[in-house]
């Protein structure tokens, strides 16, 4: 995976973040 901007929870909100992807979806 690597780097993102946001992060997608499991429930499917979207969060901005500046670090690693904490919840990786590969769909």
Not at 7 to 20: A, L, M, Q
């Given at each position: 995976?690597?780097?993102?901007?946001?992060i997608?929870?499991?429930?499917?909100?979207?969060?901005?973040?500046?670090?690693?992807?904490?919840?990786?979806?590969?769909?």
């Amino acid at each position: 995976m690597g780097l993102a901007t946001v992060i997608i929870r499991e429930d499917g909100t979207i969060e901005p973040t500046d670090h690693v992807v904490e919840v990786a979806r590969s769909d």
